[in-house]
């Protein structure tokens, strides 16, 4: 039986591995620190939700990846200190961030981490790595939908040029 056979779980991770887990749950740390800050910001009802839900899913993220390097005997990222609540009311106008920069930069910032989650399922041999990073890009997938929707339904998409006039095909 080889190194690599067996219990994905027994078998050691490598040098890609450690530092993608590492660096995406430092991400993921960062994500739910900023997250919480947007929903200090935020004013809409149904963004503060998708905000509750991407901090929830960004804490999952560092969680499960901090099980897998403490597992391998990997210092895991530090922690980020806790933000204390800030209300709505009290952020100056010109500080503020509007609820459209906020779906703009969540949506960007999602899809970013589905690239990710994708390069990290590429370069992965454990299994189960693969396999969680599957598991966190499905899960972006459906909140990459969600915040499409809502920004669609709000009127806050900026879509690129679209080609209204299509080119008439030519037969050669």
């Known amino acids: 039986m080889g190194i690599l056979s067996g219990n994905p779980k027994d078998e ?30 935020a004013g809409d009802k149904d963004l503060k939700a998708i905000l509750n839900d991407l901090i929830g899913q960004a804490e999952l993220e560092a969680k499960e990846c901090d099980a897998i390097l403490t597992n391998n005997d990997i210092v895991p990222s530090p922690a980020l200190p806790e933000r204390p609540e800030a209300k709505l009311a009290d952020i100056p106008m010109g500080a503020r961030i509007s609820d459209q920069e906020i779906a703009a930069l ?3 910032d999602n899809v970013a981490s589905m690239v990710a989650c994708s390069q990290i399922m590429g370069k992965s041999i454990r299994e189960d790595i ?16 969600r915040i499409l929707e809502m920004n669609k339904a709000k009127g806050w998409l900026v879509p690129p040029p679209l080609q209204i006039k299509r080119p008439e095909p030519v037969n050669a």
């Open 12 to 41: 050691p991770l490598h040098y890609g591995e450690v530092y993608d887990v590492w660096s995406f749950s430092m991400k993921a740390k960062g994500c739910s620190s900023v997250y919480r800050a947007y929903s200090f910001h």
């Open 130 to 145: 693969g396999a969680l990073f599957a598991k966190y890009h499905a899960t972006k997938t459906a909140l990459g939908l």
């Open 106 to 108: 969540v949506a960007a």
